[in-house]
Structures are given as structure tokens and as C-alpha cells.
């Protein structure tokens, strides 16, 4: 069984980095992924989505991933993208102060984090993705957070590697909001049953 995720939002929220980085986190923990980007044409506030897909045996998905059944939203811009997309009864982490102006048609289970705040209290606004995929990680249990750090750091160009203790935080910020106010693993990647037989 495949994980098949989506995150959205808009250029320079680091949409393509949690994307990145949740698949080499898997790759490096021995799971098979995929990984397919989406974006328009501008560098910063144009739509980029990126599809990530984990199975424990080679991914068969396409490149062009037609559905999934769990998306990281960080922003309500170009939403219709994903949402069009989702299966019925997905789970959705959306940033707090999106997370209700999300149209749910499909019973989906919205799970707001705030992300954001997360990532100030971790020292950087610009942390909020890191937040968000430790809440990811903490939820599905598709990655470890010890995972997710390793693959941010090596991921990090010499110029920016004075961010990784900040990001760390932000990582460990979203698994203890995740936890706390949600619970751990409630909404299990589908490969972990195999993973347990």
C-alpha cells in the first residue's frame, strides 16, 4: 500500500521543501517514493503544489498523481488544485489561519496547526513548514521527525546551515502540538500495517 500526499500552497512557503524533504526522509528510512512538482512560473506567490507517494515496494503511481488521501495546506490560494483531488475522507493539516476557510464537499478530517506560530516560537516565521511536517510525521507516522531533521540538514546549502537548529525546533514544535491536541498516529500512513505484519 502507498502513502499519497499533496502539499499546497504559494511559491515561498516552502511547499517544495516539505515535499523534499518528507521523500528523502522516507528514502533514507528504506521506503520507495516519488516525487512530482507543480508550479507556475513565478519564484515567490504563484500556485506550487508538489505530490509525494511512499510504499514499501516500487511506487506504481504517475508522475502526474490524479488523487491522494492526505494534503499539508499552506495556504487557501490555489486550494482547488488539491481539493478536486483528494479522496473522500482525507485527512488535510492546514495552517490555522486557513483552516476554516477550506471547503470540505468530501467529509474530509481538517486537522489545523498552526504552523506559523510554531515556527515564530521556534525563531523564524519561515519555520511554519518545518511545524508542519513534524505534525505530519507525529499524525501518520509516514516518517520520523529524527528522520525529517537528518533529511532538512543535508537538504540545506552551506549558506543557510545556521537555520538547522531552528528548523529542528520548529520539527519537534509540530510532533508535541500534534500529539498533544491530536493524538499519535490517528491517521496511520497505510504502509504501517504491512510494516507491523
Known amino acids: 500500500m502507498e502513502l499519497k500526499l499533496f502539499v499546497s500552497g504559494i511559491g515561498?512557503?516552502?511547499?517544495?521543501?516539505?515535499?523534499?524533504?518528507?521523500?528523502?526522509?522516507?528514502?533514507?528510512?528504506?521506503?520507495?517514493?516519488?516525487?512530482?512538482?507543480?508550479?507556475?512560473?513565478?519564484?515567490?506567490?504563484?500556485?506550487?503544489?508538489?505530490?509525494?507517494?511512499?510504499?514499501?515496494?516500487?511506487?506504481?503511481?504517475?508522475?502526474?498523481?490524479?488523487?491522494?488521501?492526505?494534503?499539508?495546506?499552506?495556504?487557501?490560494?490555489?486550494?482547488?488544485?488539491?481539493?478536486t483531488r483528494l479522496k473522500p475522507g482525507s485527512l488535510i493539516l492546514a495552517e490555522e489561519t486557513i483552516a476554516a476557510e477550506l471547503p470540505n464537499d468530501g467529509g474530509h478530517r481538517i486537522v489545523s496547526v498552526p504552523a506559523i506560530s510554531l515556527g515564530v516560537q521556534a525563531g523564524n516565521r519561515l519555520a511554519a513548514s518545518m511545524a508542519m511536517m513534524g505534525a505530519f510525521s507525529e499524525l501518520t507516522g509516514a516518517v520520523s521527525p529524527e528522520a525529517l531533521a537528518e533529511a532538512m540538514i543535508e537538504q540545506l546549502p552551506p549558506y543557510r546551515r545556521q537555520h538547522a537548529p531552528t528548523n529542528q525546533t520548529a520539527i519537534q514544535l509540530g510532533v508535541n502540538y500534534a500529539r498533544e491536541h491530536y493524538g499519535s498516529r490517528v491517521h496511520p500512513a497505510p504502509y504501517l500495517a504491512e510494516l507491523a505484519a
Open 12 to 83: 515561498g512557503q516552502g511547499v517544495q521543501l516539505i515535499g523534499k524533504t518528507i521523500a528523502l526522509a522516507a528514502l533514507t528510512e528504506g521506503r520507495h517514493v516519488m516525487l512530482a512538482g507543480e508550479y507556475g512560473g513565478h519564484m515567490r506567490g504563484g500556485s506550487s503544489v508538489v505530490a509525494v507517494v511512499i510504499g514499501l515496494e516500487p511506487v506504481r503511481a504517475l508522475p502526474n498523481l490524479p488523487e491522494a488521501e492526505m494534503a499539508i495546506a499552506l495556504s487557501h490560494s490555489y486550494w482547488e488544485k488539491v481539493s
